[in-house]
């Protein structure tokens, strides 16, 4: 895989990440000594397939390509299915899924919970819940934080401020499911740290990784440097774990025309890595009339692809885990 600046061509490093194994679980309690910062609520939660027995019904991804990363013999995350198989895609903009939405939503704002608060629905449509740990990586500048506000209907920070320590911001999220035409709640607990605090503090990393349902690594369009470095990130995060869901999200893409990460090399890493690659817009949330306040459901629909993405592979890898579906991992014999 290579890459051009005009100046000609250089191959990339895509670093092949060490084996690992990882159990299936949540609801991970911090390392000693880190202080957490919660937007939202941590619900109770009905566990997903694979998980620990119980449940509650309430409302809660030109250049040569190179050889596979993953040497045979190493466990992996199941194969990332194909995008809508697991998930239905535009549920959510259907009368069903608004009826679903409204439990986050209180007049076309996104609610904030509070510590002890979650989403409730009336009992003739309450329904189970699946939750799930999740760790953004990423260089400094790439738009971690902002992307974690925008899926929280957060406003988006205008200037880069490097993240202090370890920030958990819950997102809940309903999606019916493809097979069953079930409907589930999601929520994810978002896991951010700032690069300086994860340099500094040896015990940050382990805290943000441990439990850990899936790993987001970001890299920014406009930053090519962020974009070599994600092997570097996914040895480093996720090298360890392969179990464990990987993803790949691209932000500031409303500045594509001036990208320093052009297609061939996004389907380049795709071919080698395997993992789904989402992009997402950094420009401010649409407003409501009075011009200040964040339109909740035009947010909703801005990162529906995001949250819809996570809660597929999610589900997949947990209905993977529990034995409901073949085990076909991303491995490729070498």
């Given at each position: 895989?290579?890459?051009?600046?005009?100046?000609?061509?250089?191959a990339l490093p895509w670093v092949s990440p060490p084996g690992g194994s990882r159990g299936l679980s949540s609801g991970?309690?911090?390392?000693?000594?880190v202080s957490l910062t919660t937007a939202s609520a941590h619900a109770p939660q009905t566990p997903a397939p694979g998980r620990a027995a119980g449940s509650e019904a309430e409302c809660e991804p030109g250049g040569s390509i190179l050889p596979s990363p993953y040497p045979s013999?190493?466990?992996?995350?199941?194969?990332?299915?194909?995008p809508g198989s697991v998930i239905v895609p535009d549920w959510h903009e259907s009368a069903e899924g608004k009826e679903y939405l409204a439990c986050i939503l209180r007049k076309n704002r996104r609610r904030v919970f509070g510590l002890l608060e979650r989403p409730v629905l009336p009992p003739p449509v309450a329904i189970d819940t699946a939750s799930y740990k999740i760790f953004v990586s990423g260089k400094s500048?790439?738009?971690?934080?902002?992307?974690?506000?925008?899926?929280?209907?957060?406003?988006?920070?205008?200037i880069h401020h490097e993240t202090t320590g370890i920030q958990t911001t819950v997102v809940f999220w309903p999606a019916k499911l493809q097979a069953s035409d079930r409907v589930v709640m999601f929520r994810f607990e978002f896991w951010d740290c700032g690069e300086?605090?994860?340099?500094?503090?040896?015990?940050m990393l382990p805290a943000c990784k441990e439990k850990t349902d899936a790993f987001l690594f970001l890299f920014s369009f406009t930053d090519r440097a962020s974009f070599e470095d994600l092997p570097g990130q996914l040895a480093r995060v996720a090298g360890e774990a392969p179990g464990v869901v990987r993803m790949v999200i691209g932000s500031k893409f409303d500045q594509y025309m001036h990208t320093d990460v052009p297609e061939r090399d996004l389907t380049a890493f795709r071919q080698a890595w395997g993992l789904p690659l989402l992009r997402v817009k950094s420009v401010p949330g649409r407003r409501l009339a009075d011009g200040r306040t964040l339109d909740g459901r035009a947010g909703l629909v801005d990162i529906a692809?995001?949250?819809n993405g996570l809660a597929e592979q999610l589900w997949h890898q947990d209905q993977v885990a529990a034995g409901v579906l073949p085990n076909t991992s991303e491995n490729t014999p070498s």
């Open positions: 895989m290579k890459k051009n600046h005009g100046r000609g061509w250089k991970a309690s911090p390392a000693p000594g013999g190493r466990p992996a995350m199941a194969r990332p299915p194909a500048g790439v738009g971690k934080t902002a992307l974690v506000a925008k899926l929280a209907g957060l406003e988006v920070p205008v300086s605090a994860l340099k500094k503090f040896d015990h692809h995001v949250l």
